[in-house]
């Protein structure tokens, strides 16, 4: 009965349309109507920071690479997982990343909590040539990383991500670009002020190791260096 | 227009055509096939049977738990308990650690030391390399020779503080930069440095008055080395950076200070015990 009832249907075309269309609109509700109480579900923790104007610009240029095509920054709630990389990601934990890179694919191992695994000068080589510290590695060399960072339009990404709720105030829009530079020269008059606006935990070095120039690699090192160290969320509940 | 086509049926299949006809063609009107009708069917009887037992509608803060009660935090964090559990009857000899016990005992060896190559593989082969042979600027651990000492409860404190790294109470390596020396007398003091592992420096050479003025302090008389502040024996094989007259003449150029990670955060103590055992154990081609 119901197999006529399509049939029929199926030589009236404005009538398949219409089908069509409330069926599709069906599965879109379904995915689409749980995002608009999102802000509700998805509770931001109270010690989470945003992202450095230099780790955001080292946030970039992982997009800008493709990094997350073989890295995910998700830790799923799995026992081994949990085991090998530190507690499991919390929604929170990425509440300020717009777009979020927690990722499916990985040819390399996850990236949520590499913050602090390594050294800065370990990252720099690794990235220029991933072979020289892995051998067997099949991560591709990023050479090009040591030419100088463009930091014109920080403080625009910076505006517009306040826009869409990231705690941006008026004072690091406007110092974006002198913030990313300070946090690369711990001893500059400017760097006690990066720490003041994003707080103790921000680190202040020169990631590359070289304070004299401000490079895509400090930018990079500086993001790989702070995943998983925004916020103490996850590991304040794993531990209860 | 339908229904009223008069039934076609094609002689070769039995099955119905569509009744319409494409410049002499016709279609047939094969029907679905049952048995992927009664898969979609019980899909849709699964769905349901699921929105009642798992979690699934959102309900704007708070979703329905469904019956069962499933959560995959709790189960991932449950599941972990249960790894621990497995592990604990041989992980718990390890904190406390009794080093000298726990290498006499091989049946817990047996079990202990694959783990331990595990655990060394996701965080400390990336520097040290598989084995820990180790590569330029990242030191060798497989061998018999040290910076801090090699008995396991000084390379367990290595490993838990780590070496110029961000724990309140690390290790601290700094090797000067001589860059005021002259560069004739910076590579001078290079070349008379890499001789000194084949035993042919000068003792009369003015490099050698150099080292006894600038080096000796903490490198050691013979350039032996001090464990009680990380700087090198220069008279043995095992190198940090290179022994080489260029490598050694931009060490003097720039200084250095390698930095060994604090692992105290990221690992258990018994793991730390764990992989001190492991890592000592390294140079006697014992795992």
């Given at each position: 009965?119901?197999?006529?009832?399509?049939?029929?249907?199926?030589?009236?075309?404005?009538?398949?349309?219409?089908?069509?269309?409330?069926?599709?609109?069906?599965?879109?509700?379904?995915?689409?109507?749980?995002?608009?109480?999102?802000?509700?579900?998805?509770?931001?923790?109270?010690?989470?920071?945003?992202?450095?104007?230099?780790?955001?610009?080292?946030?970039?240029?992982?997009?800008?690479?493709?990094?997350?095509?073989?890295?995910?920054?998700?830790?799923?709630?799995?026992?081994?997982?949990?085991?090998?990389?530190?507690?499991?990601?919390?929604?929170?934990?990425?509440?300020?990343?717009?777009?979020?890179?927690?990722?499916?694919?990985?040819?390399?191992?996850?990236?949520?909590?590499?913050?602090?695994?390594?050294?800065?000068?370990?990252?720099?080589?690794?990235?220029?040539?991933?072979?020289?510290?892995?051998?067997?590695?099949?991560?591709?060399?990023?050479?090009?990383?040591?030419?100088?960072?463009?930091?014109?339009?920080?403080?625009?990404?910076?505006?517009?991500?306040?826009?869409?709720?990231?705690?941006?105030?008026?004072?690091?829009?406007?110092?974006?670009?002198?913030?990313?530079?300070?946090?690369?020269?711990?001893?500059?008059?400017?760097?006690?002020?990066?720490?003041?606006?994003?707080?103790?935990?921000?680190?202040?070095?020169?990631?590359?190791?070289?304070?004299?120039?401000?490079?895509?690699?400090?930018?990079?090192?500086?993001?790989?260096?702070?995943?998983?160290?925004?916020?103490?969320?996850?590991?304040?509940?794993?531990?209860? | 227009?339908?229904?009223?086509?008069?039934?076609?049926?094609?002689?070769?299949?039995?099955?119905?055509?569509?009744?319409?006809?494409?410049?002499?063609?016709?279609?047939?009107?094969?029907?679905?096939?049952?048995?992927?009708?009664?898969?979609?069917?019980?899909?849709?009887?699964?769905?349901?049977?699921?929105?009642?037992?798992?979690?699934?509608?959102?309900?704007?803060?708070?979703?329905?738990?469904?019956?069962?009660?499933?959560?995959?935090?709790?189960?991932?964090?449950?599941?972990?308990?249960?790894?621990?559990?497995?592990?604990?009857?041989?992980?718990?000899?390890f904190?406390?650690a009794?080093f000298?016990?726990?290498?006499?005992?091989?049946?817990?060896?047996?079990?202990?030391?694959?783990?331990a190559?595990?655990?060394?593989?996701?965080?400390?082969?990336?520097?040290?390399?598989?084995?820990?042979?180790?590569?330029?600027?990242?030191?060798?651990?497989?061998?018999?020779?040290?910076?801090?000492?090699?008995d396991p409860e000084t390379v367990a404190e290595t490993i838990r503080?780590?070496?110029?790294?961000?724990?309140?109470?690390?290790?601290?390596?700094?090797?000067?930069?001589?860059?005021?020396?002259?560069?004739?007398?910076?590579?001078?003091?290079?070349?008379?440095?890499?001789?000194?592992?084949?035993?042919?420096?000068?003792?009369?050479?003015?490099?050698?008055?150099?080292?006894?003025?600038?080096?000796?302090?903490?490198?050691?008389?013979?350039?032996?080395?001090?464990?009680?502040?990380?700087?090198?024996?220069?008279?043995?094989?095992?190198?940090?950076?290179?022994?080489?007259?260029?490598?050694?003449?931009?060490?003097?150029?720039?200084?250095?200070?390698?930095?060994?990670?604090?692992?105290?955060?990221?690992?258990?103590?018994?793991?730390i015990n764990l992989l001190a055992l492991y890592v000592t154990?390294?140079?006697?081609?014992?795992?």
């Amino acid at each position: 009965m119901p197999l006529r009832l399509h049939y029929n249907l199926e030589k009236l075309s404005m009538g398949l349309v219409v089908g069509i269309i409330v069926a599709a609109s069906i599965g879109g509700i379904v995915e689409i109507a749980p995002l608009f109480t999102i802000d509700e579900t998805v509770a931001v923790p109270e010690d989470l920071r945003p992202h450095t104007p230099l780790e955001l610009a080292g946030r970039e240029i992982y997009m800008r690479e493709g990094c997350y095509a073989c890295h995910s920054q998700m830790i799923r709630s799995l026992a081994d997982e949990i085991d090998r990389y530190g507690p499991y990601s919390r929604a929170g934990e990425s509440a300020f990343d717009h777009p979020m890179l927690w990722g499916s694919k990985r040819t390399g191992p996850d990236l949520a909590r590499v913050g602090g695994k390594y050294t800065d000068a370990w990252h720099v080589r690794h990235l220029i040539d991933p072979r020289a510290v892995v051998p067997a590695s099949i991560m591709p060399s990023y050479p090009w990383l040591t030419r100088p960072l463009e930091t014109g339009l920080l403080g625009e990404q910076l505006a517009t991500l306040a826009r869409l709720g990231v705690p941006y105030d008026a004072d690091m829009v406007g110092q974006a670009a002198a913030d990313a530079l300070s946090q690369s020269r711990p001893d500059s008059a400017g760097a006690p002020d990066v720490q003041a606006r994003y707080g103790e935990g921000v680190a202040l070095r020169a990631f590359d190791g070289d304070p004299s120039r401000l490079t895509e690699m400090d930018a990079v090192v500086a993001y790989l260096q702070s995943l998983g160290t925004l916020t103490n969320v996850a590991h304040a509940e794993a531990r209860q | 227009m339908s229904g009223e086509h008069p039934r076609e049926v094609d002689p070769v299949t039995g099955y119905d055509t569509t009744g319409h006809d494409w410049n002499g063609i016709r279609e047939l009107n094969t029907p679905f096939p049952r048995f992927v009708l009664w898969i979609l069917a019980a899909t849709v009887v699964y769905s349901v049977v699921a929105w009642i037992l798992l979690p699934a509608w959102p309900t704007g803060r708070d979703y329905t738990r469904g019956l069962l009660g499933l959560d995959q935090g709790a189960a991932a964090v449950a599941g972990l308990q249960a790894l621990d559990g497995e592990r604990q009857g041989w992980l718990d000899h390890f904190d406390p650690a009794d080093f000298a016990a726990l290498s006499a005992d091989t049946a817990l060896l047996d079990v202990a030391m694959p783990a331990a190559a595990r655990l060394f593989g996701d965080n400390c082969a990336a520097c040290h390399g598989a084995g820990g042979v180790g590569g330029p600027g990242f030191p060798v651990l497989a061998d018999a020779t040290w910076l801090w000492g090699g008995d396991p409860e000084t390379v367990a404190e290595t490993i838990r503080v780590g070496i110029n790294a961000d724990h309140p109470d690390t290790r601290v390596a700094q090797m000067p930069t001589f860059e005021w020396l002259t560069r004739d007398e910076r590579l001078a003091l290079a070349d008379w440095v890499a001789t000194l592992r084949e035993g042919t420096a000068a003792a009369d050479a003015p490099a050698a008055t150099l080292f006894a003025d600038n080096c000796a302090a903490c490198h050691g008389e013979a350039a032996e080395g001090n464990m009680m502040n990380g700087a090198p024996s220069l008279i043995d094989r095992a190198v940090i950076y290179g022994q080489d007259p260029a490598t050694i003449a931009e060490t003097l150029r720039h200084g250095r200070q390698g930095v060994m990670p604090t692992w105290s955060g990221r690992l258990s103590e018994a793991e730390i015990n764990l992989l001190a055992l492991y890592v000592t154990r390294l140079g006697e081609g014992g795992q």
